[in-house]
Nanobody
Framework: QVQLVESGGGLVQPGGSLRLSCATS????????MAWYRQAPGKQRELVAR???????VYADSVKGRFTISRDNAKSTLSLQMSNLKPEETAVYYC??????????WGQGTQVTVSS
């Protein structure tokens, strides 16, 4: 059973930084791709950043230049470094993984609150 466990959320002031982590139960390279999504209250879940097995990354336009997705293959951990955070980025952030055969997995989410 694949498990994704996020950590690192919390309260941060506007303009501040935060680093999210997602620990996986298996080898991170067993997944075709991993990603971070977020869902703000009353809004649909949206893609923040994705990294595929080759290391190629994709970012939502709204976070380009401020967020960085990365992975530690040895520790089987996915990370999201977020900087210059904005109040409208307050949301629950979810770790997501997909396999080569189309199976998808979600973490339980971690709350990020950007407020002064």
């Amino acid at each position: 059973q694949v498990q994704l466990v996020e950590s690192g959320g919390g309260l941060v002031q506007p303009g501040g930084s935060l680093r999210l982590s997602c620990a996986t139960s298996g080898s991170i390279l067993s997944f075709a791709a991993m990603a971070w999504y977020r869902q703000a209250p009353g809004k649909q879940r949206e893609l923040v950043a994705r990294i595929i097995r080759s290391g190629y990354t994709v970012y939502a336009d709204s976070v380009k230049g401020r967020f960085t997705i990365s992975r530690d293959n040895a520790k089987s951990t996915l990370s999201l470094q977020m900087s210059n955070l904005k109040p409208e980025e307050t949301a629950v952030y979810y770790c997501h993984a997909s396999s080569d055969i189309g199976a998808v997995y979600w973490g339980q989410g971690t709350q990020v609150t950007v407020s002064s």
